[in-house]
């Protein structure tokens, strides 16, 4: 099993991935610029994105690498496989979508700097209701989704996610297995919109989470490891 680097959505940071990387041993979670430990800025393009992670793959790893991306995370990584063929083996994209355009609410809340727009995307990002004490994992994200609202990140990354119109195209180009994994009940990126990657890429699996939503990386955490584990163990 090559190594793993997980890539967050928009919004986000490493922890999003704290369910991952602490069941592969083999793994790491990055931070994007401008979100979490980063010193750089945001961008807000996705392929800017994918060239930055196309130089971190290569400092962080002496061989192949398994990509795996959440939502705007899912664009990048396949961005990044597509521009670097001879360094990624394996494609996993958790909650994708051939487009991924924003509601105009919550780009011009994002805009604004507004923490409204935190609020937004935590509750349409999750599938279960929130009852009693947060668990840790929804304190972090919803605290990564206020430091990015707060400081710019969240808007740059939505502008990110709604001006991409390459996907279909990019994912034409990609050469490696790759996994899809979606969320039945998503409302962000819904499982029809990744038909047409699904289509695209020479060698697509498709794997529906059961009541899933679109944080299945945290909400769903054993379904999506086992089911990494079972498309990296038969390739």
Request: aromatic share 6%.
């Amino acid at each position: 099993m090559s190594e793993i680097i997980f890539v967050h959505g928009a919004g986000l940071d490493s922890r999003a991935w704290v369910r991952q990387t602490r069941f592969f041993t083999d793994s790491v979670a990055v931070d994007l610029p401008g979100h979490g430990g980063s010193a750089t800025a945001a961008l807000d393009d996705v392929t800017d994105y994918a060239k930055w992670l196309g130089e971190e793959i290569r400092k962080l790893s002496a061989g192949p690498v398994t990509l795996a991306g959440h939502s705007l995370g899912c664009l990048i990584v396949l961005e990044t496989a597509a521009r670097n063929p001879d360094f990624v083996d394996h494609l996993v994209l958790i909650a994708a979508s051939a487009a991924m355009p924003v509601h105009r609410e919550l780009m011009a809340a994002a805009a604004e700097k507004d923490p409204a727009a935190a609020a937004m995307i935590l509750k349409w990002s999750l599938a279960q209701p929130r009852y009693g004490q947060p668990k840790s994992w929804v304190r972090d994200i919803e605290e990564s989704f206020v430091a990015a609202a707060k400081g710019g990140a969240l808007a740059m990354d939505l502008v990110a996610c709604d001006s991409y119109a390459d996907a279909t195209k990019t994912a034409a180009a990609v050469q490696c297995p790759t996994l899809l994994i979606l969320g039945e009940r998503d409302i962000m990126t819904k499982p029809t919109a990744a038909q047409p990657l699904a289509a695209a890429l020479k060698d697509a699996r498709i794997v529906m989470i059961e009541n899933g939503g679109h944080m299945l990386p945290l909400e769903n955490a054993a379904a999506v490891n086992e089911t990494i584990t079972l498309f990296l163990g038969n390739p």
